[in-house]
């Protein structure tokens, strides 16, 4: 591209002869790597690997943050760069608090440059292209970065654009909320909803049909509306809609079960097989795409939840799957047990990007990113990892102010708790409500200082 | 959650508490080592000094939840399962005897150090 500085971190191009004489000598350091691979970044200097790789960090997010503080920490010598135009960080897990009125906005909002780790150089553009053929990233600015190893962490992008009527800044106004948009957009929901709980009226709550991040919090935000209703006394003159968009509330089968059973204690009507396709804010109308047609609903209230697709500079490039369910909403081709991208081995993709079966959470990123970084390390190190990652996610469903179940989860659907017998994964508790306002945002602050 | 590893429990503690976390520590341990030695030079139980450490065991308890459920944003207790009353018990707990332990040592000595001055 005209214009464009190749700006690899550590200028030289990757070759294979190289690349054979640096695996020859990283192999002495092969031993110490494995061991060193999923510890916490106080690791001596002795310990850590000696390199001269160049590995790229797409997206300074959870996942992007969390691999880059691993990577750093287990590496000596290496080149690392993160690349993200964004200079807030956002504790996303932390928005349906302030959408539920518990925390304010600032609960959620930190600097990128407080987590970054010491050797880590931060370039504070997007990426704008992938090309993996060519082993380096394009930023917005023009500026062409080449590596030997990349992280694609870019999180993914809310198509508010995919529902007709509905725009983000509508979010606060005409019964309309959306958690999902950023700390505003979760203060000025909780504002809308609080005056709905007011009043009283009609609430409408559903799900996109594609993949999404916390598939849970559609379904905390209807519980958590239906408490505030009744704590206000405006229940009995209110009814609440949940439109899941297939045939289930949740997609973990016995999960499901036991939100149907919340739900019709709670008097929350459960509609299947319900799509939003527009909303007219003016007229307070919700239009759905059903087997049948279309469906309009009228709301006091609505809580839009957008489709979600990976952002466009993926999208556009060779690394989405290209058949099946995922090739349509571009998210990243990888090996769902590795995290290493299916036809470009230096190439792994973690988070919310990662077109894997499930969880776009905070917890999966949690144990998808020590997976990820210890095949890399086995790579540089001229070894094979035994890492796998088995589709662990977590999800604190919050069922009424005070109270959540600790719902614990892997790929095949198994419920996998982390106390058996003494929090039990279906039971509405205190204490996972506490574990959700106390303990998950410093566990994910450690994460993304690699210490967790 | 998945596992419960030490090393990362305190990590969480640290980012949860910050610089509180080392005071708290420090003071388990300075008001236990206090109450230790306290024990060896008066080599005795005095009961009605105990009897007022344990009543203000009972505040340090109820202090203990109160915090709790104030860190916790949830503004009341809302007791879901039989988990939910062992955290309550050992959040009281816990309050209960650092606040015992750190009132009996610190009453002991303060008798003590009167009783050398006069």
């Given at each position: ?208 049909a594609t993949e999404m991040k916390c598939a849970g919090a559609p379904l905390k935000y209807a519980f958590i509306t239906e408490d505030y209703l009744s704590r206000r006394g405006r229940r009995s003159r209110s009814e609440l809609v949940y439109n899941a968009h297939n045939q289930a509330l949740f997609s973990v089968p016995i999960v499901s079960e036991k939100v149907r059973m919340l739900f019709e204690q709670r008097g929350i009507r ?41 952002p466009q500079a993926v999208r556009d490039s060779a690394l989405p799957w290209r058949t099946g369910a995922w090739a349509g909403e571009g998210w990243l081709e990888v090996d769902p047990s590795t995290l290493r991208h299916a ?110 | ?118």
């Open positions: 591209m005209e214009g464009d500085h190749q700006d690899g971190i550590r200028g030289e191009a990757p070759s294979p002869a190289r690349d054979g004489r640096r695996r020859a000598l990283l192999m002495l350091a092969a031993a110490a790597a494995a061991g060193t691979a999923l510890r916490p970044p106080a690791a001596r200097a002795a310990d850590r690997l000696r390199t001269r790789a160049r590995i790229v960090v797409a997206g300074a997010g959870a996942a992007g943050l969390a691999a880059a503080s691993r990577l750093a920490a287990a590496l000596d010598g290496a080149s690392i760069a993160l690349l993200d135009a964004r200079r807030e960080h956002y504790y996303q897990p932390g928005f349906t608090l302030i959408g539920a009125g518990v925390k304010p906005r600032q609960y959620v909002v930190s600097a990128t440059a407080d987590y970054l780790p010491a050797g880590v150089q931060w370039i504070p553009e997007r990426v704008a292209g992938f090309d993996p053929d060519g082993n380096r990233v394009v930023t917005e600015a023009g500026r062409a970065v080449a590596y030997d190893f990349l992280v694609v962490a870019t999180g993914m992008e809310l198509a508010y654009d995919r529902i007709e009527g509905m725009d983000p800044g509508l979010i606060g106004k005409h019964g309309v909320g959306s958690i999902y948009h950023g700390p505003e957009a979760a203060e000025a929901t909780w504002q809308a909803m609080s005056a709905f709980a007011d009043r009283g009226g009609k609430g409408v709550f559903l799900r996109p459960a509609n299947y097989g319900r799509v939003l396709r527009a909303i007219d804010p003016g007229r307070r109308i919700a239009v759905f795409d059903t087997a049948e047609g279309r469906e309009e609903q009228d709301y006091d209230f609505i809580h839009v939840i957008p489709p979600m697709r990976a036809r470009y081995r230096n190439v792994f993709g973690v988070g919310d990007v990662a077109g894997v079966p499930k969880g776009k959470t905070a917890a999966s990123v949690k144990w998808q990113v020590p997976v990820a970084v210890d095949h890399l390390l086995a790579d540089l190190a001229g070894t094979a990892s035994p890492a796998r990652y088995d589709g662990y996610t977590s999800c604190p469903l919050i069922t009424r102010m005070g109270r959540a179940m600790l719902v614990e989860f892997d790929y095949r659907n198994n419920l996998v708790p982390s106390f058996p017998g003494v929090i039990a994964p279906l039971e509405e508790l205190w204490t996972s409500w506490v574990m959700e306002t106390m303990a998950l945002k410093p566990t994910y602050i450690s994460m993304l200082r690699g210490r967790a | 959650m998945k596992e419960l590893d030490p090393f990362v429990l305190l990590a969480v503690l640290q980012e949860m508490l910050g610089p509180l976390l080392w005071l708290l520590l420090a003071a388990a341990l300075l008001g236990t080592a206090a109450l230790a030695a306290l024990l060896v030079c008066e080599r005795r139980v005095v009961a009605r000094r105990l009897m007022w450490s344990e009543a203000a065991g009972v505040a340090g308890g109820c202090l203990a939840l109160a915090l709790m459920v104030r860190v916790a944003s949830s503004g009341f207790i809302d007791v879901g399962g039989p988990v939910d009353w062992l955290l309550i018990a050992l959040v009281f707990g816990a309050g209960l005897a650092g606040t015992a332990v750190l009132a009996y040592a610190a009453s002991g000595w303060w008798a003590a150090l009167r009783r050398a001055g006069s």
